[in-house]
């Protein structure tokens, strides 16, 4: 195959014509063609992408990139906040915000380099087989966890609000109360057809709407900020003084910068809250007039608008619950309040609506591992989604806590996808001739790679550190 001789042939940049299978990219017997046209005025090679003529608008690839960018992660901010403190938390948001677009940016020229727009086909061109066959392997790890804890939510909301909607009461045993059939039914009536659609682009519209329902999520926090009283206030009746004494303890107190056990789980929590790195490519393929300004520019208008979305919830949801906030912030809000029961719907139809963007990749890294010359074909591309919702749904059925999924995947697969592999695809993709080891954008991407290991390293050990000593660091359930 074409492809494979120039992804194992190291910074060959003479084809001017690459021939692409493509099975991996879900599109239906489209020969992808890529052209590297020099740029005359800097001597630089430029890639102009002919290969898949993308159809969807700038729009819609920012929909679904923040709908990408946006899901579970959002509920544990405000934890995350209560033990960093307010400075400290917005410092890692900004920071952490800022090395994702840096990553996205990394991405986007290794592809130009490569001319191929797929995470696995940079680790093939970086490192061969084994270079695909990680990045496959960590996309789907990190996706299928992240479908886990969106599923999660459908299995712990959904009889809720259907207990508060209908009023029953909360021991009911109907079935229709049960977490576990509902995610089976909304897995094959609500995510499995938007699943099958042979295009992300198509998901523009359901992106848009799920993020319409994050933005009533965070409204609604808003407003309970204000008319939630915190429950660390007492008063009692002195005998001694004879009048009542007000006291507030300190757990209604918003703290601007604090250090606990637990603040170690704040990087993974929101590294995880910004990981969107799989998604980034299969977009730029489906993107209308495509070239790394346009994508780049796609990618720090959905960053800084779910940066902004972010910053707001964890700081309304810290400051309506202070240091009570749990690991999962809706698990604060009363149970009977019709407001909340429609801001829990919301949310769980906006990370029900996250789950096709999100298993994209994986069935592509599948297609591209197992069946890398094969064509589109519906029976492979509808038996895979099959296979990925029944293992995602069996996880979520037998897994218990969303604590787990979280805090494995924000310590391994998101610092992998953020940080180390695209630094690493930079260094061994772009050509010395063009880029030396010792240029400024080369040791950048050197740093980055180190941070990222010091991160994952980090992370790891605290998660471990954690299971020896049984102290629970995430979780208030
Ligand atoms: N897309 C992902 O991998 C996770 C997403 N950033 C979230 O917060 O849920």
Redesign the pocket.
Known sequence: MELQKMANGHHDLSPDKITLENGFDGLENITEVDTFLPNKSNGKIETKFTDFEGKTSFGMSIFNLSN???????LGLAYAMANTGIILFIILLISIALLSAYSIHLLLRSAGVVGIRAYEQLGNRAFGPPGKVVAACIITL??I??MS??LFIVKTELPNIILGLMKLPDDSHEWFVNGKYLIIIVSIFIIFPLALLKRLGYLGYTSGFSLTCMVFFLTSVIYKKFVTECNGEYSYNSTLLNHTVHYTSDTCEAKLGTLNSKTAFTIPIIA????????VLPIYTELKQPNKKRMQKVANISITA?FVMYLLTAIFGYLTFYENVESELLEMYDKADTLMLCVRLAVLVA?TL?VP??LFPIRRAVLQLLFPDKPFHWVLHISITVCLLFAVNLLVIFVENIRDIFGF?GATS?PS?IFILPGVFYLRIVPEEQEPLKSRPKIQAILFVAMGFIFMIMSITFIIVEWVTGQKGMSGH
């Open positions: 990408a960018i946006m899901g579970s992660g959002i990190h996706n966890g992240a804890s969106y995880f809250a910004f990981v969107c790195h799989p998604e779910m990370v996250t963007v999100v995947i998101a996808l």
